[in-house]
């Protein structure tokens, strides 16, 4: 089993805040990121996947399938968008890094022919990521 | 205690992805800019991880000179400026980083006793990394 990672940038701008609270309680639990009006940041993503080297090709994955795949099904839906009002599955959910990991795990899962997706791993700043694996 | 220790090792060395199963149009197809005749070349960085005891008196799981000492002569002065096409290891399997990163792995596990080498990772560009851990699930 090999494991291959490819990395791709994006920018996005987002905010959050839970419509069921009080302006009050979205402030006292998010801080400036409740600032409605978004702030944004350069996003990092990792895409991880794996699988045995074909006995002919020596790939896992060719990489530029793989990143064909990440630009259709994340960059061009995310990139130098607003999460909250651009991207569907934002517009009811919260766009933390955390679901941020998930919505793209969701959004890859199934789109590879071969090689199985293993990480998603999202930088919201060099020193702050959330990993994925799919599970439950 | 177990612990485990990675250290990065750099080379350079040209490559050419091309089989000799598939036809011209088949290796241009699959392979792209990579089965250029003349080859290509890549600045790798390469990441060995150590596994095992930490040692009561020493304090470490092994010692790093040994460590690098190995490396650099098994893996380093193999590789390093070298086209990997003429290279034994690569005359029946193609250089993908996917082989290399197996290849790597292999020579280092099987040959340094100090410490359980688990894992190998390499980094061809600062996009693209591989993994190889033996069938061991990475976390």
């Known amino acids: 089993m090999v494991y291959l990672t490819r990395k791709a940038e994006f920018s996005a701008a987002h905010y959050y805040h839970n419509p069921q609270w009080s302006a009050e309680e979205n402030q006292r639990v998010f801080g400036k990121c409740a600032n409605l009006n978004g702030h944004g940041h350069n996003y990092t993503l990792e895409v991880t996947v794996k699988g045995e080297p074909d006995a002919k090709s020596g790939f896992v994955i060719d990489l530029k399938d793989l990143k064909a795949i990440m630009n259709r099904e994340v960059l061009d839906v995310m990139d130098h968008r607003m999460l909250n009002k651009e991207v569907p599955e934002f517009v009811t959910q919260i766009p933390t890094t955390e679901n941020l990991a998930i919505s793209i795990w969701k959004r890859l899962e199934g789109k590879l022919k071969i090689a199985r997706l293993h990480r998603v791993r999202v930088y919201e700043t060099p020193d702050l990521f959330v990993d994925f694996y799919g599970e439950k | ?139």
């Open chain 2, 1 to 139: 205690m177990k612990a485990y220790l990675t250290r990065a090792y750099l080379f350079s060395a040209s490559h050419r992805l091309h089989s000799d199963e598939f036809s011209a149009e088949k290796n241009a197809e699959v392979y792209g800019k990579c089965n250029n005749p003349h080859g290509h070349g890549h600045n790798y960085r390469v990441e060995v991880t150590v596994g095992g005891q930490v040692d009561a008196t020493l304090g470490m799981v092994c010692d790093l000179a040994e460590l690098d000492t190995f490396v650099n002569n098994e893996i380093i002065e193999r590789y390093s400026l070298e086209n990997l096409n003429t290279l034994p290891e690569f005359k029946e399997v193609v250089p993908t980083t996917e082989n290399l990163s197996i290849e790597i792995f292999n020579r280092l596990r099987s040959g340094f006793k100090p410490a359980e080498v688990t894992k190998i990772r390499i980094e061809e560009t600062a996009m693209n990394s591989f993994e190889y851990s033996a069938g061991a699930e990475l976390r």
